[in-house]
């Protein structure tokens, strides 16, 4: 049996599809009565007619209370295609023109929430000033260059209590032993490798680091968001900070995202805000020898005249996170992209967004791991949900049942060089 259908609908199909086709009309009746036209004074087909509405009545209560006729009835009627499309098909022109005038009304609808979008895009560039002294203060702490008071330190964690039992059993031993241990606990400068950590905790973006990235992500210091200034086309800018190193020569690297916050002309409908549309690299300074987004391989040649072999060295790419830098260009002259392009243009902005959305503004919390615990259950909550809906309309098999997996992130290896 198909969808439900409220009961009123399907009961007055059914008396429509009943009379239809199981019984004849009143015609054919009329017409084998023809040569009895009058009886006892009583028009024939006046009685005729008393007849067969009370056969039809009877019939038809007859079908109602037969569950298996209703079912294939019911069945029958579910097959027809009722959509939304076809629905407006049938509509009369004149109320086909006030559809078309409300579809002008949602443009108009889709061009003021833009203007919106701009607006919060703004509101976001004057947060972001406010966020900045916090964030330079955290390059801070990070860095080593400013040591945080006994005020700024101070955290209660959820665990407060189970620690306080502990420091008190902590007391009890030895004092000796205790100032030997602390006396023996190294004291780095900050906090190491912090934003190293970040990556290795993000899922997202340690696909994209090969082991001989690592010991230059060490070297990072900081990343920042900057946003397009007023009256300038809507991005923002994505700042690498890095501490000298032995592999370039920048500071600083970025990466500059575009965004549109406008309606399409072609598809009006489709807008749901801003959307990043293409995106700018950086010229990496490699000192000789440090670049890892190439790799350099070994060829033999063979002459066709003589036959003698000779041996070339090529550089070719390799994957490193540091293509991220040097990534895939939209196309601007209307030529389309491969899927595979697309896919890997999809992924970049994928990635800029969520530096700028999640890691920036919640690093602790990824170096820690927990904002991603945070992610992980809420992503569970909603396999477990959808989970439990299954089990229900299953019934029986639901012991039989596997736990979906946890989905793993789409992101692609790294960032292809053009």
């Known amino acids: 049996m198909g969808g439900v259908r409220s009961p009123r609908t399907g009961l007055s199909s059914l008396r429509l599809v009943t009379r239809g086709t ?13 040569d009895h036209s009058f009886s006892d004074g009583v028009p024939s087909d006046s009685v005729e007619a008393a007849k067969n509405a009370s056969n039809t009545e009877k019939l038809t209560d007859q079908v109602m209370q037969n569950p298996r006729v209703l079912a294939a009835l019911q069945e029958r009627l579910d097959s027809v295609p009722h959509t939304p499309s076809s629905y407006i098909e049938t509509l009369p022109k004149a109320v086909k023109r006030r559809i078309n005038a409300l579809k002008q009304l949602q443009v108009r609808c889709a061009h003021i929430e833009a203007k919106f979008y701009e607006e919060v895009h703004d509101l976001e560039r004057k947060y972001a000033a406010l966020y900045q002294p916090l964030f330079d203060k955290r390059r801070e702490f990070i860095t080593g260059d400013v040591e945080p008071t006994d005020a700024e ?19 009890k031993v030895v004092i000796t032993e205790k100032e030997a241990a602390t006396a023996e606990e190294p004291n780095p400068k900050g906090i190491p490798e912090f934003w190293f950590t970040i990556f290795r905790n993000v899922d997202m973006l340690s696909e994209l680091v090969q082991e001989y ?7 990072l210091q900081d990343i920042k968001v900057k946003f397009s200034d007023p009256g300038q086309p809507m991005s923002f800018v994505l700042e690498f900070h890095f501490e000298p190193n032995d592999y370039f020569t920048n500071s600083v690297l970025t990466k500059t995202y575009k965004m549109k916050s406008e309606p399409d002309k072609a598809d009006p409908f489709s807008f749901e805000g801003p959307e990043i ?21 070994k060829k033999k040649q063979k002459h066709k005249g003589r036959g003698t072999v000779r041996t070339i060295t090529k ?3 390799n994957e490193s996170f540091f293509n991220f830098f040097n990534p895939l260009k939209a196309s601007g002259d209307g030529e389309s992209l491969d899927e595979d392009s ?13 530096f700028r959305e999640r890691i920036v503004p919640r690093a602790v919390l990824y170096f820690t791991g927990e904002a991603i615990e945070d992610d992980d ?3 569970e909550g909603e396999e477990g949900e959808e989970e439990e809906l299954e089990g229900d309309e299953e019934g029986e098999d639901e012991d039989d049942a596997e736990i979906n997996p946890k989905k793993e992130p789409s992101q692609p290896a790294e960032c292809k060089q053009q």
């Open 277 to 297: 549309v293409d995106c700018d690299g950086c010229t990496i300074d490699w000192k000789k020898g440090k670049n890892v987004t190439v790799k350099t391989i």
């Open 377 to 379: 259950n809420f992503e």
């Open 342 to 354: 697309e896919f890997t243009l999809a992924s970049d902005f994928e990635i800029g967004h969520f």
């Open 153 to 171: 330190s101070e955290w209660h964690s959820e665990n407060e209590e189970e620690e306080k039992l502990a420091g008190d059993m902590k007391n």
């Open 213 to 219: 990235d690592e010991p230059i992500l060490k070297h």
């Open 22 to 34: 199981w019984f004849p009309s009143q015609g054919d009746k009329n017409t084998q009565m023809a």
């Open 315 to 317: 550089q070719v790419p």
